[in-house]
């Protein structure tokens, strides 16, 4: 499809998908005069809300749709479950804390900042505890960070199972985190910071999710963060006080936190044995797979997000990242991987957070099949489904970070399949 | 700067010193020596005005080679300041001696937060139970969920069995066949179970839970007894079934290669399609529906894009969508919409509405007009059982009274709700639950 103004086939096929897409007529080529202009209209005319007619703002009623959504029988109750980002109808990079996917154990909780402890204990000097305003006492750091939890795209090792990016890829967001570094607490407590230790961190809820961290990652980029895109962390994201493990899967990012505890070992808590670990085709299991590896997603066109103009410009839009450090390029196919161009990255990619892509094309109404893939800094470039399976099987729950695809049918539909 | 000086002084004063001089020699041959004199006056007053012009030049140029000197070092230091600003956006310091914040803990208080268990037992409390007792306490606190011999019901973890599956397509991972450490068994349910009442559970309590998983899975007699002194000692069954993250050796080795842009492949095809559509309506959630369409007629790829462009796909249809039987009033419609949100509480363990079956409670289809504990095939506490055989039938009374207090009202029920608080959500609950007549 890279010879797009090829005539003979390809003029018939835009003039096929011309009639196909039915209206393609927009406010520039309207056969009369647009009564929205000449005519004087209601909100033109009448007062708009005052100042004081909704002192935290929600979006606007029209977008009431772009929320997060679960699906129910993916779990046994709501109150241990997932829900996930809209990241079909979102653009830029920073996720939005209001539709940001969330995902409990044991329900999300009310703990305020006044009943907030946080203990440093195990292979330290000075067990000490901290309250809410210590913790804005010391030292702290702003970076933007995505959060995929490792089951993210988990039911596609199935086959196309979900019909939207919302469903496949939406157990992710990326906000701009407030934190003090893990180290300089650890610091503060006189750990033992050498790097065959671990620190196992815990959290305040009913599910108590605990998970072991190597001594170095801890001593890396770990933040213990209380702020999310400015404000302060929603209830169900850890108010008031979350872990940020960046580049690593979502489950460590501990909420509530409560205990950092310095250890001589992992613990292997159940979140680290009998959860977030893959069972490969031979029955062995992998455990200890922190990293997000590198991937990408096309957000649209996609199923939730069909091309409705009809053919000629058409942005391709799609998020990447990798837990590795930046993604340096994606590559959009429009054939299902037989050619492949470079997309245009919306900026120089930030370590281990999303990263806007866009390819920018005329689109000649034919049908599609849209592939997205991802290298990052490591030079790592993002397998297919095949690839993926030929190493670990079809039984593996967890980190598929495997080539999406979306069939997009002439009538500018998109669907969730898989290719041969 | 300098050079441009240099180049426009110099040539420039050099030039009007030789002409001056060219235009007083050739003067010379029609006047007398005074004139001479006078002239070589004047000459050595031009030479010296040129050779003072030469030094001012000479002066200019040495002034423009040291500005731009200066500017050089000015124009560095700017660069640097701005190199600088790496350093501004450095990491948050870390104070040697730390920053006195926060106060020591308490040994009580790393006492009652510091309860996990390590793979070696560091952590366990003393204490002991056998699965016998295990059995009793198992049935009471975790069957509503995970099944009175661990298998779990609905969607709920499957406790037991398993062994042998880990290679298969749908590996069953039990506690028995799965988990590697005992131990992680012992903290996870001490630590956080029952669900809702996570941290009840005494040491002894949990003893003799954990007996009673590694019984059902075959690992263990009846009367086996754990406890701190043997725990250590149990190796499960899977405990060298894991190995560490080799996605780098297996994986990252293979796939760090410049990747493939143009002729990747011949052709491709859709070799499978969505199973699932997923309607998301603007109330929220979301309704999913089997896709009915198949990859038939579908056209296939080469790099001159799709072989053709196929008809319009079917709509799909939706299946498996409950609906009030009766349409409610208008008046009563928003109680029951009201209702549908309140139930959202009970719906993990009753279904209602087309198809409904028993799950962890019975079916609520028809309840209103039923007796109490009637429904085929489920399996009732005591106080249900004994409630049936005196003909007690549902009814607004009797409803309101139990879901405002279940444990108060039905003393044995296995339900583990705790209650509606709000009058306006009982009235809610029940209309909705009315809507849904057999």
Redesign the interface.
């Known amino acids: 499809?890279?010879?797009l103004f090829?005539p003979s086939?390809r003029a018939f096929?835009r003039g096929?998908?011309a009639v196909?897409a039915g209206s393609v007529a927009g406010a520039a080529n309207a056969a009369g005069p647009d009564p929205l202009i000449t005519e004087l209209q209601d909100w033109e005319s009448y007062l708009g809300a005052g100042v004081d007619e909704t002192p935290y703002g929600l979006p606007i009623r029209f977008e009431?749709?772009v929320?997060r959504?679960?699906?129910?029988?993916l779990?046994?109750?709501?109150?241990?479950s997932i829900n996930f980002t809209p990241i079909h109808a979102l653009e830029g990079t920073i996720t939005p804390q209001g539709c940001a996917f969330e995902r409990h154990?044991?329900g999300a909780i009310e703990l305020a900042k006044d009943d907030f402890r946080l203990?440093?204990?195990?292979l330290v000097d000075?067990?000490?505890?901290?309250?809410y305003e210590?913790i804005e006492?010391?030292?702290?750091?702003n970076h933007v960070y995505f959060c995929e939890c490792a089951a993210n795209t988990g039911m596609e090792w199935a086959?196309?199972?979900?019909?939207?990016v919302?469903?496949t890829h939406g157990m992710i967001h990326n906000m701009e985190y407030t934190g003090?570094?893990l180290?300089?607490l650890l610091?503060?407590?006189?750990a033992d910071m050498s790097l065959d230790k671990w620190v196992?961190v815990?959290g305040a809820d009913?599910?108590?999710n605990?998970r072991s961290i190597p001594m170095e990652k801890a001593l890396d980029d770990v933040l213990v963060a209380f702020k999310a895109n400015g404000e302060a962390l929603r209830m169900e994201h850890g108010y008031p006080v979350r872990l940020v493990v960046p580049g690593w899967e979502g489950n460590m990012w501990v909420k509530w936190i409560?205990?950092i505890?310095v250890?001589d070992?992992a613990?292997?808590?159940?979140e680290e044995?009998?959860k977030y670990?893959d069972?490969y085709?031979?029955?062995?299991?992998?455990?200890?797979?922190?990293?997000m590896?590198a991937k990408s997603v096309i957000t649209s066109p996609s199923?939730?997000m069909p091309i409705k103009h009809g053919a000629g410009p058409l942005v391709i839009s799609g998020l990447a990242w990798s837990g590795h450090g930046q993604i340096t390029r994606v590559?959009v196919s429009?054939?299902?991987?037989?050619?492949?161009e470079k997309a245009r990255l919306g900026k120089q990619g930030d370590t281990k957070a999303l990263t806007r892509f866009y390819l920018d094309v005329d689109w000649?109404g034919?049908?599609?099949?849209l592939q997205a893939?991802a290298?990052d800094e490591?030079?790592?470039?993002q397998?297919t489904k095949d690839?993926l399976r030929e190493?670990r099987g079809?039984?593996a729950v967890y980190h598929n970070n495997c080539i999406q695809t979306w069939?997009v049918?002439?009538?500018g539909?998109a669907?969730?399949?898989?290719?041969? | 700067m300098s050079k441009s000086l240099s180049q426009i002084f110099l040539p420039a004063a050099g030039g009007t010193a030789l002409a001056a001089a060219l235009a007083i020699t050739i003067a010379n041959r029609d006047y007398g020596n005074d004139k001479i004199a006078s002239l070589e006056g004047r000459v050595a007053q031009v030479e010296a005005n040129a050779s003072t012009a030469m030094q001012k030049a000479r002066d200019e140029a040495q002034r423009a080679a040291e500005l731009q000197v200066e500017f050089e070092a000015v124009q560095a230091a700017a660069a640097a300041t701005a190199a600088m600003g790496v350093d501004l956006t450095a990491?948050?310091?870390?104070a040697d001696a730390?920053?006195g914040?926060?106060?020591?803990?308490h040994l009580e208080?790393?006492a009652a937060?510091?309860v996990?268990?390590?793979?070696d037992g560091r952590g366990l409390p003393e204490g002991r139970g056998d699965a016998y007792w295990g059995e009793e306490v198992f049935a009471e606190k975790c069957a509503s969920?995970h099944g009175d011999f661990a298998e779990g019901a609905?969607?709920?973890p499957v406790l037991a069995g398993g062994f042998d599956t880990?290679?298969?397509?749908?590996?069953v991972?039990t506690?028995g066949s799965?988990?590697?450490?005992l131990?992680?068994a012992w903290?996870?349910i001490h630590?956080?179970m029952p669900?809702?009442e996570?941290?009840t559970l005494t040491a002894d309590e949990t003893y003799a839970i954990v007996a009673y998983i590694l019984y059902s899975n075959d690992l263990v007699d009846d009367d086996f007894e754990l406890s701190h002194e043997n725990f250590a000692a149990f190796e499960m069954h899977?405990k060298d079934?894991?190995?560490?993250?080799?996605?780098a050796e297996?994986?990252?080795s293979q796939?760090?290669?410049e990747?493939?842009?143009?002729?990747?492949?011949?052709?491709?095809?859709?070799?499978?399609?969505?199973?699932?559509?997923?309607d998301?309506p603007?109330e929220?959630?979301?309704e999913?529906m089997m896709?009915p369409?198949t990859i038939e007629g579908?056209?296939s790829?080469?790099?001159?894009?799709?072989a053709f462009?196929?008809e319009?796909?079917p709509k799909p249809v939706k299946v498996a969508s409950a609906q009030p039987a009766a349409a409610p009033s208008d008046a009563g419609a928003e109680l029951v919409a009201a209702g549908a949100r309140v139930y959202?509480k009970c719906k993990?363990c009753h279904q209602i509405g087309d198809g409904a079956q028993n799950r962890t409670g019975p079916h609520l289809n028809g309840l209103f007009g039923r007796e109490m504990g009637s429904v085929d095939g489920f399996g009732y506490s005591r106080v249900f059982q004994s409630a049936q055989e005196e003909g007690r039938v549902w009814d607004d009374a009797e409803l309101t009274a139990f879901l405002a207090q279940p444990k108060a009202y039905m003393n044995g029920t296995k339900m583990a709700f705790s209650g509606l608080k709000k009058a306006e959500d009982l009235d809610a609950v029940i209309a909705y639950i009315k809507s849904y007549e057999n």
Not at chain 1, 119 to 122: D, R, S, T
């Open positions: 499809m890279s010879d090829k086939r096929l096929g998908a196909a009431q749709d929320v959504r679960n699906v129910e029988w779990t046994a109750s709501p109150i241990s154990h044991s203990m440093i204990n195990g000075k067990p000490l505890v901290f309250s210590d006492r010391f030292p702290r750091e086959g196309a199972q979900l019909n939207g919302q469903f003090v570094p180290r300089t610091a503060e407590a006189g196992y815990e009913a599910s108590s605990g409560r205990r505890e250890v070992r613990v292997e808590s159940r044995t009998s670990t069972v085709e031979d029955g062995i299991a992998r455990k200890w797979t922190w990293v590896d199923p939730q590559d429009r054939n299902g991987g037989i050619t492949w000649d034919a049908p599609m099949l893939r290298m490591t030079g790592y470039v397998p690839q190493k079809e039984n069939y049918n002439a009538e539909v669907e969730n399949v898989e290719v041969s | 990491p948050a310091p870390v730390g920053y914040l926060g106060r020591a803990a208080e790393i937060w510091d996990d268990v390590l793979p969920c609905d969607n709920w880990l290679a298969n397509e749908d590996p991972k506690v799965y988990w590697p450490h131990s992680t903290d996870y630590r956080s669900f809702g996570a941290g899977n079934g894991f190995v560490v993250d080799d996605r297996l994986e990252y796939w760090r290669t990747p493939c842009m143009d002729n990747c492949k011949p052709e491709v095809e859709v070799t499978m399609r969505s199973v699932f559509l997923v998301t603007v929220g959630g979301t999913s896709n369409a579908l056209p790829f080469s790099a001159s894009g799709a462009i196929p319009a796909a959202r993990s």
